[in-house]
C-alpha cells in the first residue's frame, strides 16, 4: 500500500451495506477516504457529466452497486468508461445478483470486477476487503 490515503467512490443506496463496506475496508487495514453517492443520478453529475467545478476529483477505484434506482449502475458504469479522465479507474461492481446475465453486461461495459455481496457477514467482509485491496495495489482477482 502506499504510504497516502487512497481515494474510493462508493455509489451505493441501501445503507447497511455501505456500513459493512466501510467495516471491510477498516478490517483490511484500508486507509481511505470514501466519497459516497446513495443516488446514481448524483454519481453520474459528479463523476462524469457536472461542469468542471462540480467533478470530484479522479478516484483511485470505483465501488459501484448494480442494483441502483433512478440510473441503473450498469448505465453509470457506461457513463464512468465513456469518460476519459475515468477510463483507467478500477470500477467493482458490488451486487447480490447471481445472473448470468448481469456478469456479463458488467464485464462488457468495463467492470474490472464483479464482486457479489456475501450473505454470511465474515464473509462479505474478507471478500470486499481482499478483493479492494488487491485493486489498490494493481492485481486484479479473479471473481
Request: hydrophobic content about 40%; glycine content about 4%.
Amino acid at each position: 500500500m502506499n504510504s497516502e490515503r487512497w481515494n474510493i467512490v462508493l455509489v451505493e443506496d441501501h445503507d447497511p451495506d455501505v456500513f459493512l463496506i466501510k467495516e471491510a475496508l477498516v478490517a483490511h487495514r484500508i486507509e481511505c477516504e470514501i466519497t459516497h453517492f446513495r443516488d446514481s443520478e448524483e454519481a453520474v453529475k459528479r463523476l462524469c457529466n457536472g461542469q468542471p467545478s462540480e467533478l470530484i476529483p479522479v478516484p483511485d477505484l470505483i465501488l459501484l452497486d448494480l442494483n441502483m434506482p433512478r440510473i441503473p449502475g450498469i448505465e453509470v458504469l457506461k457513463c464512468i468508461r465513456e469518460t476519459a479522465r475515468l477510463r483507467q479507474v478500477p470500477v467493482a461492481i458490488l451486487t447480490s445478483s447471481h445472473s448470468p446475465i448481469d456478469r456479463r453486461e458488467a464485464a462488457m461495459a468495463g467492470a474490472t470486477i464483479y464482486i457479489r455481496k456475501q450473505p454470511v457477514l465474515d464473509e462479505f467482509l474478507n471478500t470486499v476487503g481482499a478483493t479492494v485491496s488487491k485493486l489498490l495495489n494493481g492485481t486484479v482477482p479473479q471473481d
